[in-house]
């Protein structure tokens, strides 16, 4: 295969190269590497007659869908940066980072005209089109088939920005995260770690608008490997696509797996085809692990990393994976620094670099790190050292062999009488519980000790764990002043599109006339 630098490159080399092999199939549609080609040169001439040019901002606010693709690649052929939206954002939010990222032209699917119509005064776009149309609307078809194939012809350099991915907003307002196209193609030097190939099938269900969508998406484009795309995420339609469609690969978050799992009648499908499964973005108990590869029979690669740093820079592998076995206990690290990624552990106290084994702060530096956040230089200079480490703001710690534990996110770190207790280590414990199905921990306020630990517990099907049993339980298995002092029972909790529990969420009602010290 030619080698590829840029989204422009991508989408012209597959369809010199494999013009008739399926590159995208949705629903009871498929696209080849030609035809997603030669339509994107219609989107590129459509943006272009909007005046949309070098470093010009589009957006597209829409679940998974093929005009996504079109709309990324015919952008990137005049060097325009794409800004995937969080639908799952309430309107004023919508309109908060529509507004951020100056957009020109926004693309709004069919499902979100409400949503258009609710923040259309709002909004600064040149040009807004709709997906099926919508009274006042260009309709998206129109609006691109009036157009030539004729290719621009923009060649993008490698540092330039090509998608500006908005943060999911755990601690504050949502930023846009800015990623070059040398970010992105430095990922695809690692491919091997995601077992993707140009014969594979990947199950790409994640939502597109978040780096676990977009960048895992990225990784079987750039292999010119077959995508299958679903919507949104449905642990049933999911199973259901892998023996349809012979999928080989696919990410997801352990959430997602362990409904897979739940879902009836999983035990009788046949997923011979499957591959490779890669997972990450919150922590896995090791009965889902354990679950997922018995149920699936394929390899597991454990991913840790994030939006500022396109996604992957730290892998736990097959060989890794070994629930029951001798070499379980490595199934609690996130994994060792992928190719070219530095990772340092920081003690924050001293910005000095920690000893082995003690937690401090995350830096990574590698090609991955973003360029910086768009428009916001303070929030960059906070992130983004001027020598190229990021700052991931997660707690973790570096064992004698190079494996990367994770903690949690340092704001989200409870204090109490002093001690540093880390969330996830708390709820690792509390997974084991068998009345668990689903934990989330957090500081509470507490007189004697300024905070103490609160468990927030989805209770197991058909089990009813008491308060006193949980603390019990973890007293057993933790040091006493990491244990839970009180628990409240959810119905579920609260996470982000990434998966990761929104403590913030959780904690709020608790400290609702109260100031907290940290995060």
Known sequence: MTAIYSLAELARTHAAERGDKPAITFEDRTVTFRELNERSNQVANALAAEGVGTADRVAILDKNSVEYFELLFGGAKLNAVNVAVNWRLAA?????????????????????????????????????VVVGGHDGYEAYDEWVDAQPASDPGAEPAPDDVCFQLYTSGTTGLPKGVMLTNDNLFSVMESVGDFGITENSVNLVAMPLFHIGGSGYAMVGMYTGCHSVLLREVD??????????????????????????????????????????????????????????????????????????????VVALMPEDHDPGGPGEYKLRAAGKAMKGVELRIVDPDTDGDATTGDVGEIWV?????????????????NTLTTDGWVKTGDAGYLDADGYLYIHDRVKDMIISGGENIYPAEV?????????????????????????????????????????????????????????????????????????????????????????????
């Open 365 to 381: 530096r590698s090609r991955q790190n973003m360029r910086g956040y768009w428009r916001k230089d303070a929030e960059t200079a």
């Open 92 to 128: 004023p939010e919508i309109a908060q980072i529509l507004d951020d990222s100056q957009a020109s032209v926004v693309v709004v699917g069919q499902a979100f005209t409400g949503v258009l119509d609710a923040i259309a005064k709002d909004l600064s776009a040149k040009k807004i």
């Open 235 to 312: 642990p049933a339609a999911m199973l259901a696509l892998i023996p349809e469609k012979r999928v080989s690969n696919m990410f997801a978050v352990p959430a997602v797996l362990q409904f897979m799992l739940m879902v009836s009648g999983v035990n009788d499908i046949d997923f011979s085809s499957l591959e490779t499964i890669c997972y990450g973005a919150s922590p896995i108990s090791v009965e889902v692990l354990a679950g997922s590869i018995k149920t699936f029979g394929s390899k597991f690669v454990q991913l840790y990393g994030m939006t500022e740093t396109t996604g992957a």
């Open 427 to 519: 709820e690792n414990c509390l997974m084991s519980h068998p009345g668990i199905a689903d934990v989330a921990a957090f500081g509470v306020p507490s007189e004697k000790w300024g905070e103490s630990v609160h468990a927030a517990v989805v209770k197991a099907q058909g089990a009813e764990p008491t308060p006193d049993d949980i603390i019990a339980f973890a007293r057993e298995r933790l040091a006493h002043f990491k244990c839970p002092t009180s628990v409240t029972y959810v119905d579920a909790l609260p996470r982000n599109p990434s998966g990761k529990i929104l403590r913030r969420e959780l904690r709020a009602p608790f400290w609702a006339d109260r100031e907290r010290s940290i995060g």
